[in-house]
């Protein structure tokens, strides 16, 4: 009997010290419930698969499409100005942004990304074109495909659980869309270019806030640059912040559906 009961008491104790691993896993990987390694981990396969989805695409569509030109100067001095292409990975960062919903900004003003000339940011190739619905739902689906994974990786105990782990995932969002709000703009210096975005005596431009004189001489020569970009606060509001927050906890919610559900009917019972 004394041997059973000796038997029976290492069996407990063997299994409350499995009950207690993973607690003692995730204090020493940081003192937090949370799996911010596994989800930053998660967050950012999802996030550089998106990227690359975006920049392979604009990538083409920067190859297919013609630069800003036009004659500068009057008379004898008059000469053809071609305006230089935007960087295709500049273009595919704003492409990347904008699907969350990113504003942009030219020297401060409000500026609209498919007015701006002179790049190839599939998102804004052609108006619900098929390559602008697979790129929303690349960005979209890749957050929630993160969230789930997070979820089922760390094998969330309940919906809670998997929604906390879900959001971990906007941890690279957040660095990546400070990252290129700061990085990917660009500085539009040719006549073609700034008149686009400015207006000419003829025409208005892309940014009702630009003046013209601000920036073009009489004969169309550049007398101020244009810069133009991501708002940062935009970015990092929306692309880095409530959008994988949201979307990656319902990701995470999504591997442990029945027990939100169960909660749900719970909580519809009670009313």
């Given amino acids: 009997?004394?041997?059973?009961?000796?038997?029976?008491?290492?069996?407990?104790?063997?299994?409350?010290?499995?009950?207690?691993?993973?607690?003692?896993?995730?204090?020493?990987a940081g003192g937090s419930d949370l799996p911010i390694k596994q989800g930053a981990v998660f967050g950012a396969i999802?996030?550089?698969?998106?990227?690359?989805?975006?920049?392979?695409?604009t990538?083409?569509?920067?190859?297919?499409?013609?630069?800003?030109?036009?004659?500068?100067?009057?008379?004898?001095?008059?000469?053809?100005?071609v305006a230089e292409m935007v960087a295709s990975w500049k273009a595919a960062g704003w492409s990347y942004l904008s699907t969350f919903?990113?504003?942009f900004e030219a020297e401060g003003e409000v500026a609209s990304l498919g007015g701006v000339p002179n790049h190839g940011a599939?998102?804004?190739?052609?108006?619900?074109s098929m390559s602008t619905l697979f790129l929303f739902l690349v960005t979209i689906g890749g957050i929630a495909a993160a969230g789930y994974a997070v979820a089922r990786h760390t094998e969330a105990d309940d919906a809670v659980e998997a929604a906390k782990a879900g959001v971990t995932v906007a941890v690279p969002y957040f660095?990546?869309?400070?990252?290129?709000?700061?990085?990917?703009?660009?500085t539009f210096s040719e006549g073609?270019?700034?008149?686009?975005?400015?207006?000419?005596?003829?025409?208005?431009?892309?940014?009702?806030?630009?003046?013209?004189?601000?920036?073009?001489?009489?004969?169309?020569?550049?007398?101020?640059?244009?810069?133009?970009?991501?708002?940062?606060?935009?970015?990092?509001?929306?692309?880095?912040l409530i959008v994988p927050v949201v979307l990656g906890a319902l990701g995470g919610v999504a591997a442990q559906r029945e027990d939100a559900l169960e909660k749900l009917m719970a909580k519809v019972d009670q009313l």
């Fill in 1 to 28: 009997m004394a041997d059973e009961r000796q038997l029976e008491y290492e069996d407990e104790q063997t299994a409350d010290r499995s009950a207690q691993q993973p607690a003692v896993e995730r204090a020493n």
């Fill in 46 to 57: 999802a996030l550089i698969a998106t990227y690359l989805s975006h920049l392979f695409l």
């Fill in 59 to 81: 990538a083409i569509a920067t190859a297919r499409s013609t630069p800003a030109a036009g004659m500068v100067g009057e008379g004898e001095d008059a000469s053809l100005v």
């Fill in 101 to 103: 919903g990113t504003g």
């Fill in 122 to 128: 599939a998102s804004v190739s052609g108006a619900f």
């Fill in 175 to 186: 660095a990546f869309a400070l990252l290129a709000a700061l990085v990917m703009t660009h």
């Fill in 192 to 240: 073609p270019a700034i008149e686009a975005l400015v207006g000419g005596e003829f025409s208005s431009g892309a940014v009702p806030g630009l003046e013209a004189a601000d920036y073009l001489g009489s004969e169309g020569h550049v007398t101020s640059e244009v810069e133009f970009g991501p708002s940062v606060t935009d970015a990092i509001l929306y692309a880095g």
